[in-house]
């Protein structure tokens, strides 16, 4: 039986944790299960002391016997500082962002495009733990994937095509990608036009059914106005002036 879910995509702080947490509970109340796979390296779970021991990253070992040792813990929930109930976190299960910084002396740039390369590289056992974990649950789940935002992983890097892929077709899994863009980009006509063309590469690359948000839309500034080509002053309760493929 095929499983149906969604990636959620798009810039740092356009909202990806929370749409996963409002879209789970919105799920839950309509009697629908939904659980969370963590994608994201820096979305770090933290212990009670505030380290990130956690983690399963090891500088002088990278090989997939001593991920397997590092991942036999079990999920525990209490411990991490994220608002939604997963299935399967990255930042417990295979690598988190802040030991590759820490150890390999990387920006967070560099960092999370190593952390992206490396749970590519370790997929086979994160697909088994995926794998695991669906099939002791007693009823069908809708799965929501909270993915890293930083846009060179979609503009210059294959890493997260990569992995979508093989998830698609190893767990039989239907996805759409929603890519959620901050929804002050619409006050200004050259950082909207950038956004419509992040979202189109990326949308391009990922070869996914795709639905565009423009998130936080409440706090964009109403008094604002969006100059279209012909000058004139566009309504500011339309998203973007109108934009076709937008979804407030």
């Keep these: 039986m095929p499983l149906y879910g969604q990636i959620v995509i798009g810039p740092p702080g356009s909202g990806k944790t929370t749409y996963c947490n409002?879209?789970?509970q919105y799920l839950r109340a309509i009697h629908r299960e939904c659980l969370v796979v963590n994608l994201d390296p820096a979305n770090e779970s933290f212990g009670v002391n505030g380290d990130s021991s956690s983690s399963s990253y090891n500088r002088s070992t990278e090989d997939d016997t001593d991920v397997n040792n590092d991942t036999n813990r079990e999920e525990d929930t209490d411990d991490s500082h994220l608002p939604y109930d997963t299935i399967l976190d990255v930042t417990k299960d295979i690598i988190n962002l802040e030991s590759v910084m820490t150890q390999l002396h990387l920006g967070p740039n560099g960092g999370l495009v190593y952390c992206m390369e490396y749970i590519e590289q370790h997929l086979t056992h994160l697909l088994s733990l995926l794998t695991e974990r669906l099939s002791a649950l007693d009823t069908p789940t809708y799965l929501l994937f909270d993915l890293p935002g930083q846009v060179e992983l979609y503009t210059h890097n294959t890493t997260v095509q990569n992995i979508l892929s093989r998830?698609?077709?190893?767990?039989?899994?239907?996805l759409?990608?929603?890519?959620?863009?901050?929804?002050?980009?619409?006050n200004d006509a050259s950082n909207?036009?950038?956004?419509?063309?992040?979202a189109t590469t990326t949308m391009l690359r990922l070869e996914l059914p795709a639905v565009?948000?423009?998130s936080k839309i409440d706090l964009v500034n109403r008094s604002?106005?969006?100059t279209q080509n012909d000058g004139e002053e566009g309504d500011n309760d339309e998203c973007g002036?109108?934009?076709?493929?937008?979804?407030?």
């Design 176 to 186: 759409c990608a929603v890519q959620l863009i901050d929804g002050n980009f619409v």
């Design 167 to 174: 998830i698609t077709k190893e767990l039989d899994v239907r």
């Design 212 to 214: 565009n948000v423009l």
């Design 192 to 198: 909207f036009i950038g956004a419509v063309l992040l």
């Design 224 to 226: 604002s106005t969006f």
């Design 241 to 248: 002036g109108g934009g076709g493929g937008w979804k407030c």
């Design 22 to 24: 409002g879209m789970q």
